[in-house]
């Protein structure tokens, strides 16, 4: 499938604080945009108006998908998310929490097919245990194993290799450069610029 992301001056600010102005890129299919800055210059916030999630102040977010134009809110079934922000259910199973976030994107999998997803993040065997048992990079590996359940045109890793223990990272590694589609990493990892195929640097 075919698709290009399109930054077009975005701009964000809040009341009495800026966080960003004249934001540019253009990625397209297998390439690696790097959003890259300080602590508190707005990386994070950059990639929720990626998502939709936010509006930008100025500007706008352009997802082509084999040459159709989306808006903000039809991107975001094209997109997964791995983020800080993005909570789990503790009460819930990892299967269960699999099935419950598929399921709220309309996709149907049995439970077999998710314990082969998560046989292939490192988790095998470990479907029924509840996520709140899981370590804080177990539940790094979860994520990635639910944003890439829909195999996404467009996949936002924020903080990427975040509580990962060195296989984690290699995982990761391995994640983002047999990637197809397009992926977008928030980062102030040194090592993690080398993915870049164009970088925006904030602050």
Do not use: W
Not at 72 to 99: C, K, M, Q
Not at 140 to 149: D, F, I, N, P, S
Not at 189 to 197: N, Q, S, T
Request: net charge neutral.
């Amino acid at each position: 499938m075919d698709s290009k992301l399109i930054l077009d001056g975005l701009a964000k600010s809040y009341p009495g604080r800026p966080v960003f102005t004249g934001i540019n890129a253009e990625v397209g299919c297998g390439k690696r945009l790097v959003i890259t800055g300080p602590n508190g210059s707005g990386k994070s916030t950059l990639m929720k108006v990626i998502c939709g999630f936010i509006r930008p102040t100025r500007g706008r977010v352009i997802l082509n998908v084999n040459n159709q134009k989306l808006n903000r809110l039809e991107i975001r079934p094209h997109i997964g998310l791995v983020s800080p922000d993005l909570v789990l259910y503790d009460e819930l199973t990892a299967i269960e929490n699999l099935l419950f976030f598929a399921g709220v994107s309309g996709l149907y999998f049995s439970a077999r097919e998710l314990e082969n997803r998560l046989d292939l993040v490192g988790l095998g065997g470990r479907g029924s245990d509840f996520a709140g048992s899981y370590s804080s990079g177990m539940k790094q590996r979860l994520k990635y194993c639910l944003a890439l359940l829909r195999d996404p045109e467009l996949l936002l890793l924020d903080e990427p290799s975040a509580n990962l223990d060195e296989p984690g990272k290699a995982l990761v590694d391995e994640i983002i450069r047999s990637r197809r589609g397009i992926t977008v990493i928030a980062t102030n990892e040194r090592a993690e610029l080398e993915y870049a195929d164009e970088i925006v640097r904030l602050g």
